[in-house]
């Protein structure tokens, strides 16, 4: 069969790229490995703009704010006045996105495992001519790979759920480490149980999850691991474009990519027809947050736990800051307003930037 578009992948980034090109009258075929839509590792935290482009009606619970655990045990809540994300459900989000997208004349084609890929046919169970090809197929994209579209890097990740009593008004983010070199760990209250997890740089990723389940006296059900893109490939080369956790478009701060997959799909349908400008707006409307994302962590790598604790006091001095300026996207503007308020601190960011 022949389609105008192929997508691989029928995740965020794939549905929303399905259901914005459907709707402009294209026919798009989505090929998802997965005999089911919605099988997704993911903490489901997301900003009021991705509520607002998705238009879901999957969110299981509102979060004001944030508890901050340093290494050295010191704590600090963040927000706790108003609502600053949201918690929803990723399977029923996701299944959502591709009921819009198949209402739009979109056709899914589930289990399909894509094999190989020429000029404009790829093969699987069966044979797909198309005219574009769009790679939504997640960090270790095939689509990617197959065109040499950019290496990345990745961070390891797992999760599980459980039953222990936390503030469902608030997520918990623990940095050490001693137990997430390379990231952090989380909680995450979806009304109901609470979503725990942690991310590493390094290997031995179950121990870890291990020590903070203890750390926490808590047991977990359901768990599951995944990979976090870091890093951003190129955006397209000829008729393959890519969109979403394929391209790289997650926050190397966080780890959080779904509103950047529902921008970039948008943005792509938009610019269907250039794709040297869907790259060049979605830069301007958001690349440009995850370049600097990508520097953020590249100095966090570098820090040891008592660098974390030396920069608690002076974060706890500055909540005031923190709360006009934080944002759940755009991460990086409340450090460059935190650092405009403490410049001397950059002197004791150097000899960091230098380690090796």
Not at 281 to 292: A, C, S, T
Not at 297 to 307: A, G, P, T, V, W
């Amino acid at each position: 069969m022949r389609f105008d578009v192929a997508v691989v992948g029928g995740s965020v980034a794939g549905s929303m790229s399905a259901y914005e090109l459907s709707r402009r009258g294209y026919k798009v075929v989505v090929l998802e490995k997965n005999r089911e839509i919605g099988k997704k590792v993911c903490g489901g935290l997301v900003s009021w703009r991705a509520i607002k482009l998705s238009k879901t009606e999957s969110v299981l619970n509102d979060i004001k704010g944030a508890y901050v655990f340093f290494p050295n045990g010191k704590e600090i809540c963040i927000g706790g006045d108003k609502t600053h994300a949201y918690v929803i459900d990723r399977e029923r989000f996701d299944k959502e996105l591709a009921e819009k997208a198949m209402a739009e004349g979109a056709e899914y084609k589930l289990g399909f495992k894509v094999e190989k890929i020429y000029e404009k046919k790829l093969v699987g169970k069966e044979k797909i001519d198309f005219d574009c090809l769009i790679g939504a197929d997640g960090a270790r994209s095939f689509v990617a790979e197959k065109y040499e579209m950019g290496r990345i890097d990745y961070i390891n990740a797992i999760q599980g759920e459980s039953e222990k009593k936390f503030d469902d008004d608030f997520v918990y983010v623990y940095i050490d480490k001693k137990i997430s070199p390379g990231f952090f760990s989380w909680i995450i209250p979806d009304g109901e149980k609470v979503r725990i997890g942690t991310g590493s740089s390094e290997k031995k990723l179950r121990e870890r999850f291990s020590v903070f389940l203890k750390r926490l006296n808590a047991s977990a059900e359901n768990i599951k691991s995944a990979l976090i893109p870091v890093g951003m490939r190129k955006f397209y080369k000829k008729n393959v474009v890519l969109a979403g956790d394929s391209a790289g478009f997650v926050k190397a701060t966080s780890g959080g990519g779904i509103y950047a997959s529902l921008l970039s799909a948008k943005i792509l349908a938009e610019n269907f027809e250039n794709f040297k400008k869907y790259r060049t707006d979605f830069m301007k409307k958001f690349g440009k947050e995850l370049k600097k994302c990508l520097i953020a962590r590249k100095i966090f790598l570098k820090m040891e736990n008592e660098d974390f604790n030396f920069f608690a006091d002076y974060i706890k001095k500055e909540i005031d800051v923190i709360n006009k300026y934080g944002d759940i996207d755009y991460q990086t503007r409340v450090a460059i307003h935190f650092m405009k308020k403490h410049l001397f601190l950059i002197f004791h960011l150097f000899p960091i930037i230098l380690r090796k």
